[in-house]
């Protein structure tokens, strides 16, 4: 399963970024705050270069890594996290915007069902290849987070003025982790359906 994590106030260190990394290898994704816009970049597919890319990034403030193992779609870099919360939902690896993004951790198991519906409901016919979390940001999209809340699983929603998180966290100095994969050690559990604002 893949990885989340809400970096508040600090940044990932190497060994927890190795771990998140080498327990989820399809594809690393970062998106970060600056001038008010959020922007991200994803499809990194090598722990080095993602680790560099990460230790020599210059973030001020929260930022969220994802580390993607793919159940739903291929094994491809622009399936990678976050999506863009759009009617489209646009293929790109990076981005610099006032759009809101969607990061996910777990598997949404009716999801083919949900895009058929959304392409009837909405007229919309997305172009490029497709996964459960890029469905779920098109819907978002048009429904607003009622959908992230149905779907029960853990989430970020990341936009210029705000973080909203959804699920279980494990709680580890300056930093929320989407499961325990980054470290063995024992770690605390947050509530359910937390609103971390920045």
């Known amino acids: 399963m893949c990885i ?23 594809g690393f994704g970062l998106a970060w705050r600056s001038k008010n816009k959020v922007l991200f970049k994803k499809g ?13 990034k210059k973030i001020k403030g929260a930022h969220v890594l994802h580390f993607r193992i793919g159940t739903s ?6 399936l990678t996290h976050p999506f863009i919360i759009s ?9 610099s915007g006032d759009g809101k993004l969607l990061f996910h951790n777990g598997i949404i198991s009716n999801w083919k069902d949900k895009f058929i519906m959304y392409m009837i409901s909405s007229g919309i016919v997305p172009k490029g290849e497709i996964s459960d979390t890029r469905v779920l ?3 978002t999209s048009m429904s607003g987070t009622k959908s992230i809340e149905e779907a029960r699983d853990k ?44």
């Open 155 to 198: 989430f970020i929603v990341f936009s210029p003025t705000e973080s909203l998180a959804w699920g279980r966290w494990e709680h580890e100095t300056g930093v929320l982790f989407s499961n325990s994969g980054y470290s063995h050690t024992l770690v605390n559990r947050i509530g359910y359906w937390q609103n971390m604002r920045r």
């Open 44 to 56: 990194i597919m090598n722990l080095n270069e993602a680790w560099e890319f990460y230790d020599n």
């Open 73 to 78: 779609g291929g094994k491809t870099k622009k």
């Open 4 to 26: 989340i994590a809400f970096a508040k106030t600090r940044k990932v260190n190497k060994e927890e970024f190795r771990s998140c990394f080498n327990a989820n290898s399809d």
């Open 87 to 95: 009617n489209d939902s646009p293929l790109t690896t990076s981005y």
């Open 137 to 139: 940001a098109m819907i």
